[in-house]
């Protein structure tokens, strides 16, 4: 038996080795990996079992054959060493060395080697792995398994996110409240439905308020320019005080005015006029409500009438505490605006 022969008996058992080494390796970094991924997919919400396992067996794989052949694979060299170590006294490794010597002395040296190395069991090279890297092994292999645990049962609700836990345990942000304060100028003129003194929290909407006129008052409009008699604050950013402006009706003047030959201004007011310029007689069909000629729309319909409509439903919302919905205010914008 040559000594190429006598170091392949020894070579198979150090390249077991050198490939459980390489393995051992790669599952730390692809544990590792699996870790990294396995918190990603919890901070992200994300289902994380495939791509934890994807990203062991990708590492894993892929450095395993490189460790070996780039690190672990031993060499003539390494292996006359771990023979030697046996109790041969270096006789291996300085038979590698003077393997293409022809001396005599090389020559007695190499066959006593040979014989020495045929006397010893395979087995009797034991397979050295550091117990640091078996120990890095299960503690990254816990973690990554145990990571990718927790981010799966999380992802199906069975466990809290990572935000949920963070929410829980750092202390809520105070919250930024401001005043919303609605006034009647003067305090006369009419009345503010629904909440007049309101806190809003910063960015919020308040509370739909609607500024009612008195019997003989007209509104005016908002102190902040604002027309439309209800509102609602969007995105408070501060404090605020706002007043509701009104103004007086005028009523009918009792002059002796010089007479004219235009139309009344108030018809309404004419109804014993029988249209012969006799004022004494009465029209035998006279009567109704008062009507001036400004509160007639299309001719026919009293809007004071339509407007008690309005305010009635929007009083009503107001006191229910309900939004006032989109396509109602539209309405209600709408007829607002004709009146002006």
Excluded at 143 to 156: A, E, F, I, K
Excluded at 237 to 248: S, T, V
Excluded at 284 to 309: H, M, S
Aim: charged share 25%.
């Amino acid at each position: 038996m040559d000594n190429r022969q006598l170091f392949e008996r020894h070579r198979k058992r150090l390249e077991k080795e050198a490939w459980l080494k390489s393995v051992l390796l790669s599952l730390v970094i692809g544990f590792a990996a699996m870790l990294a991924t396995a918190v990603l997919t919890w901070v992200f919400e994300k289902n994380g079992l495939w791509f934890s396992l994807s990203a062991l067996v990708v590492v894993t794989g892929g450095l395993t054959p490189l460790f070996y052949f780039k690190r672990f694979r031993p060499d003539d060299r390494q292996i006359a060493r771990r023979i030697d170590r046996l109790g041969l006294e270096e006789r291996v490794i300085t038979m590698t060395e003077l393997a293409d010597s022809k001396e005599y002395i090389a020559v007695r040296q190499r066959a006593d080697a040979q014989e020495k190395m045929k006397a010893l069991e395979i087995k009797q090279i034991s397979l050295h792995v550091s117990a640091a890297l078996i120990a890095l092994v299960c503690v990254f292999g816990t973690l990554g398994l145990s990571l990718t645990t927790v981010s799966t049962l999380s992802y199906y609700g069975l466990l809290p996110t990572i935000g949920q836990i963070i929410d829980t345990t750092l202390p809520p942000e105070p919250i930024v409240e401001f005043e919303v304060n609605y006034y009647v100028e003067d305090g006369q003129g009419g009345i503010i439905e629904g909440e007049e003194f309101q806190i809003v929290a910063q960015g919020e909407t308040g509370s739909l308020v609607y500024a009612a006129a008195d019997e003989g008052w007209a509104f005016a409009g908002w102190s902040d320019g604002y027309a439309e008699p209800y509102r609602q604050e969007e995105d408070v950013q501060g404090n605020m005080e706002i007043f509701a402006l009104f103004e007086q009706m005028g009523g009918a003047g009792d002059g002796d005015g010089e007479p004219t030959d235009q139309p009344p201004d108030q018809p309404g007011e004419q109804q014993g006029d029988n249209g012969d310029g006799d004022d004494s007689n009465p029209v035998e069909q006279g009567g109704g409500k008062y009507e001036p000629a400004n509160q007639i729309i299309d001719e026919a319909t009293y809007y004071r009438d339509v407007f008690g409509q309005y305010y009635d439903l929007i009083v009503e919302y107001l006191s229910s505490g309900e939004e006032l919905p989109e396509d109602l205010r539209i309405i209600i914008e709408a007829y607002f605006n004709i009146l002006k």
